[in-house]
Protein backbone atom coordinates (compact mmCIF):
# COMPACT_ATOMS: atom_id res chain seq x y z
CA UNK A 1 0.00 0.00 0.00
CA UNK A 2 1.59 3.51 -1.06
CA UNK A 3 0.56 5.88 1.36
CA UNK A 4 0.79 9.05 -0.40
CA UNK A 5 3.94 10.37 1.83
CA UNK A 6 6.39 10.50 -0.27
CA UNK A 7 8.40 13.42 -0.99
CA UNK A 8 7.22 15.02 2.62
CA UNK A 9 9.05 16.35 5.39
CA UNK A 10 8.81 14.52 9.45
CA UNK A 11 9.96 16.30 12.16
CA UNK A 12 10.58 13.28 14.08
CA UNK A 13 11.40 13.86 18.11
CA UNK A 14 13.64 11.21 20.76
CA UNK A 15 14.46 9.38 17.76
CA UNK A 16 17.53 7.80 17.78
CA UNK A 17 16.37 4.59 19.69
CA UNK A 18 13.06 2.80 20.97
CA UNK A 19 10.06 3.80 19.02
CA UNK A 20 11.04 7.04 17.86
CA UNK A 21 13.13 5.44 16.02
CA UNK A 22 10.90 3.12 14.66
CA UNK A 23 8.60 5.76 13.35
CA UNK A 24 11.74 7.59 11.98
CA UNK A 25 12.52 4.29 9.60
CA UNK A 26 8.96 3.67 8.63
CA UNK A 27 8.76 6.81 7.39
CA UNK A 28 12.06 6.78 5.63
CA UNK A 29 10.93 3.74 4.10
CA UNK A 30 7.56 5.66 2.82
CA UNK A 31 10.08 8.01 1.01
CA UNK A 32 9.72 10.81 3.85
CA UNK A 33 12.38 13.62 4.39
CA UNK A 34 13.93 13.51 7.85
CA UNK A 35 14.38 15.70 10.36
CA UNK A 36 15.09 13.57 13.48
CA UNK A 37 15.87 14.65 17.12
CA UNK A 38 17.50 13.47 20.46
CA UNK A 39 19.67 14.70 23.06
CA UNK A 40 22.89 12.63 22.38
CA UNK A 41 24.35 12.81 19.69
CA UNK A 42 26.62 9.96 18.86
CA UNK A 43 23.65 7.56 18.87
CA UNK A 44 21.46 9.83 16.92
CA UNK A 45 24.29 10.03 14.28
CA UNK A 46 24.22 6.14 14.22
CA UNK A 47 20.61 5.66 13.65
CA UNK A 48 20.71 8.61 10.90
CA UNK A 49 23.68 6.19 9.08
CA UNK A 50 21.47 3.44 9.34
CA UNK A 51 18.63 4.73 8.12
CA UNK A 52 20.01 6.54 5.08
CA UNK A 53 21.74 2.86 3.99
CA UNK A 54 18.87 0.94 4.45
CA UNK A 55 16.12 3.49 2.77
CA UNK A 56 18.13 5.92 0.84
CA UNK A 57 15.67 9.10 2.99
CA UNK A 58 17.58 12.71 3.11
CA UNK A 59 18.18 12.50 7.10
CA UNK A 60 19.33 15.54 8.56
CA UNK A 61 20.40 15.24 12.66
CA UNK A 62 19.52 17.65 15.40
CA UNK A 63 21.02 16.73 18.78
CA UNK A 64 18.84 18.88 20.92
CA UNK A 65 16.33 18.47 24.13
CA UNK A 66 13.19 19.39 22.96
CA UNK A 67 12.01 19.41 26.53
CA UNK A 68 13.25 22.72 26.99
CA UNK A 69 12.64 25.86 24.96
CA UNK A 70 16.35 26.21 23.48
CA UNK A 71 16.10 22.54 22.34
CA UNK A 72 12.64 23.25 20.23
CA UNK A 73 13.84 26.29 18.59
CA UNK A 74 17.32 24.28 17.35
CA UNK A 75 14.48 21.58 15.53
CA UNK A 76 12.07 24.43 14.45
CA UNK A 77 15.32 26.35 12.46
CA UNK A 78 16.13 22.47 10.82
CA UNK A 79 12.23 22.07 10.15
CA UNK A 80 10.21 25.26 10.13
CA UNK A 81 7.70 23.69 7.87
CA UNK A 82 7.08 19.69 8.89
CA UNK A 83 4.83 18.62 7.09
CA UNK A 84 4.78 15.40 9.66
CA UNK A 85 5.24 16.14 13.57
CA UNK A 86 6.46 12.70 15.94
CA UNK A 87 5.96 13.97 19.38
CA UNK A 88 7.99 11.99 21.53
CA UNK A 89 10.24 12.41 24.87
CA UNK A 90 10.92 9.84 27.56
CA UNK A 91 8.72 9.06 30.33
CA UNK A 92 9.24 10.72 33.77
CA UNK A 93 10.85 7.93 35.89
CA UNK A 94 8.77 5.47 38.40
CA UNK A 95 8.27 6.09 41.97
CA UNK A 96 6.24 6.48 44.71
CA UNK A 97 4.10 10.18 44.73
CA UNK A 98 4.66 10.93 48.38
CA UNK A 99 8.64 10.90 47.80
CA UNK A 100 7.99 13.60 44.01
CA UNK A 101 8.35 17.42 45.11
CA UNK A 102 6.72 20.29 43.19
CA UNK A 103 9.73 20.42 40.67
CA UNK A 104 9.25 16.59 39.97
CA UNK A 105 5.79 17.74 38.73
CA UNK A 106 7.02 20.43 36.56
CA UNK A 107 9.30 18.42 35.22
CA UNK A 108 6.97 16.04 34.19
CA UNK A 109 5.05 18.27 32.11
CA UNK A 110 7.52 20.51 30.82
CA UNK A 111 8.45 17.20 29.31
CA UNK A 112 5.04 15.13 28.47
CA UNK A 113 2.57 17.78 27.79
CA UNK A 114 3.77 21.28 27.30
CA UNK A 115 7.03 20.60 25.12
CA UNK A 116 3.95 18.49 22.74
CA UNK A 117 2.18 21.46 22.69
CA UNK A 118 4.47 24.17 22.08
CA UNK A 119 5.75 22.33 19.05
CA UNK A 120 2.24 21.71 17.73
CA UNK A 121 1.52 25.53 18.02
CA UNK A 122 5.02 26.43 16.42
CA UNK A 123 3.94 23.94 13.50
CA UNK A 124 0.11 23.38 13.36
CA UNK A 125 -0.74 26.75 11.29
CA UNK A 126 1.90 25.84 8.13
CA UNK A 127 0.20 22.77 7.86
CA UNK A 128 -3.51 24.52 7.83
CA UNK A 129 -1.88 26.70 5.32
CA UNK A 130 -0.71 24.18 2.74
CA UNK A 131 -4.07 21.65 3.45
CA UNK A 132 -1.82 18.88 5.06
CA UNK A 133 -0.51 17.64 8.25
CA UNK A 134 0.02 14.81 10.78
CA UNK A 135 0.66 14.87 13.80
CA UNK A 136 0.99 12.05 15.81
CA UNK A 137 1.90 11.85 19.62
CA UNK A 138 3.72 8.99 21.28
CA UNK A 139 2.17 9.00 25.12
CA UNK A 140 1.66 5.50 27.06
CA UNK A 141 -0.89 3.01 27.68
CA UNK A 142 -0.85 4.16 30.99
CA UNK A 143 -3.85 7.12 29.82
CA UNK A 144 -6.22 4.01 29.19
CA UNK A 145 -5.01 1.65 32.08
CA UNK A 146 -2.70 4.22 35.07
CA UNK A 147 0.04 2.25 36.07
CA UNK A 148 0.62 2.36 39.76
CA UNK A 149 4.42 3.11 39.78
CA UNK A 150 4.42 5.92 36.89
CA UNK A 151 1.92 8.22 38.25
CA UNK A 152 3.93 11.15 37.11
CA UNK A 153 3.84 9.65 33.47
CA UNK A 154 -0.23 9.27 34.12
CA UNK A 155 -0.74 12.62 35.18
CA UNK A 156 1.00 14.67 32.41
CA UNK A 157 0.40 12.38 29.67
CA UNK A 158 -3.34 12.50 30.80
CA UNK A 159 -3.46 16.24 30.43
CA UNK A 160 -1.80 15.89 26.76
CA UNK A 161 -4.82 13.65 25.39
CA UNK A 162 -7.18 16.34 27.50
CA UNK A 163 -5.79 19.02 25.11
CA UNK A 164 -5.45 17.13 21.93
CA UNK A 165 -9.15 15.58 22.32
CA UNK A 166 -10.09 19.78 21.57
CA UNK A 167 -7.57 20.76 19.00
CA UNK A 168 -7.69 17.84 16.96
CA UNK A 169 -11.45 18.81 16.01
CA UNK A 170 -10.53 22.42 15.14
CA UNK A 171 -8.00 21.40 12.27
CA UNK A 172 -9.06 18.24 10.76
CA UNK A 173 -11.24 20.44 8.31
CA UNK A 174 -7.96 21.23 6.98
CA UNK A 175 -6.60 17.92 6.44
CA UNK A 176 -4.96 18.34 9.96
CA UNK A 177 -4.94 15.56 11.80
CA UNK A 178 -3.97 14.97 15.40
CA UNK A 179 -3.56 11.61 17.18
CA UNK A 180 -1.99 9.77 19.77
CA UNK A 181 -0.29 6.11 19.85
CA UNK A 182 -0.25 4.66 23.51
CA UNK A 183 2.08 2.02 23.72
CA UNK A 184 1.89 -0.66 25.88
CA UNK A 185 4.58 -2.85 26.75
CA UNK A 186 7.48 -2.77 24.07
CA UNK A 187 10.76 -3.97 24.08
CA UNK A 188 12.73 -0.01 24.55
CA UNK A 189 15.17 0.97 26.84
CA UNK A 190 12.36 2.67 29.07
CA UNK A 191 10.48 -0.42 29.41
CA UNK A 192 13.76 -2.40 30.72
CA UNK A 193 14.34 0.49 33.40
CA UNK A 194 10.75 0.20 34.71
CA UNK A 195 11.22 -3.66 35.11
CA UNK A 196 14.58 -3.11 36.51
CA UNK A 197 12.46 -0.61 39.55
CA UNK A 198 10.16 -3.22 39.61
CA UNK A 199 13.08 -6.27 40.48
CA UNK A 200 14.37 -3.73 42.69
CA UNK A 201 11.50 -2.63 44.99
CA UNK A 202 10.05 -6.54 44.88
CA UNK A 203 12.97 -8.39 45.53
CA UNK A 204 12.70 -10.87 42.87
CA UNK A 205 14.85 -12.06 40.13
CA UNK A 206 14.67 -9.39 36.78
CA UNK A 207 14.19 -12.85 34.99
CA UNK A 208 11.33 -14.10 36.83
CA UNK A 209 9.43 -10.37 36.59
CA UNK A 210 10.40 -10.22 32.59
CA UNK A 211 8.75 -13.50 32.53
CA UNK A 212 5.50 -12.78 34.68
CA UNK A 213 5.24 -9.37 32.74
CA UNK A 214 5.21 -11.01 29.49
CA UNK A 215 2.95 -13.85 30.38
CA UNK A 216 -0.06 -10.98 31.31
CA UNK A 217 0.18 -9.84 28.11
CA UNK A 218 -2.03 -11.92 25.79
CA UNK A 219 0.11 -11.66 22.64
CA UNK A 220 2.93 -13.68 24.97
CA UNK A 221 5.04 -11.01 23.68
CA UNK A 222 6.92 -7.45 24.05
CA UNK A 223 6.23 -5.02 21.30
CA UNK A 224 9.03 -4.21 18.68
CA UNK A 225 9.45 -0.66 17.70
CA UNK A 226 9.30 -1.96 14.18
CA UNK A 227 5.47 -2.67 14.20
CA UNK A 228 4.78 0.28 16.19
CA UNK A 229 6.44 2.58 13.47
CA UNK A 230 4.61 0.79 10.87
CA UNK A 231 1.75 1.82 12.88
CA UNK A 232 2.78 5.61 13.03
CA UNK A 233 3.29 5.85 9.69
CA UNK A 234 -0.59 4.48 8.44
CA UNK A 235 -1.58 7.58 11.09
CA UNK A 236 0.85 9.61 9.11
CA UNK A 237 -0.70 8.70 5.50
CA UNK A 238 -2.12 10.41 2.95
CA UNK A 239 -5.42 8.01 3.70
CA UNK A 240 -5.83 8.84 7.38
CA UNK A 241 -7.61 12.50 6.81
CA UNK A 242 -10.52 11.12 8.54
CA UNK A 243 -9.34 10.14 11.71
CA UNK A 244 -8.42 12.59 13.73
CA UNK A 245 -8.69 12.85 17.85
CA UNK A 246 -7.93 9.14 18.36
CA UNK A 247 -5.79 7.39 20.60
CA UNK A 248 -4.46 3.80 19.39
CA UNK A 249 -3.56 1.85 21.97
CA UNK A 250 -0.79 -1.05 21.02
CA UNK A 251 -0.29 -3.51 24.04
CA UNK A 252 -1.00 -7.09 22.73
CA UNK A 253 -4.69 -6.94 24.24
CA UNK A 254 -3.35 -6.59 28.09
CA UNK A 255 -5.88 -3.41 28.50
CA UNK A 256 -9.23 -5.72 29.03
CA UNK A 257 -11.52 -3.16 28.64
CA UNK A 258 -14.31 -3.22 25.70
CA UNK A 259 -13.79 0.90 25.10
Same mark, same amino acid.
Given at each position: ?? =?? &??? /? $?????? !?????? #????? +???????? =?? &??? /? $?????? !?????? #????? +???????????????????????????????????????????????????????????????????????????????????????????????????????????????????????????????????????????????????????????????????????????????????????????????????????????
Amino acid at each position: MD =LG &IKG /R $TALVCA !ASKGLG #RGCAT +ALAREGVN =LV &IVA /R $TREPLE !ATAANI #RKATG +ASVTTVAADVTKPEGRAAALQACPDPDILINNAGGPPPGDFREWARDDWIAALDANMLAPIELIKATVDGMIARRFGRIVNITSGSVKAPIQNLGLSNGARSGLHGFIAGLARQTVKHNVTINNLLPGPFDTDRLRQTLDHMAHTSGKPIDDVVAARKGAIPAGRFGTSEEFGHACAFLCSAHTGFITGQNLLMDGGLYPGTY
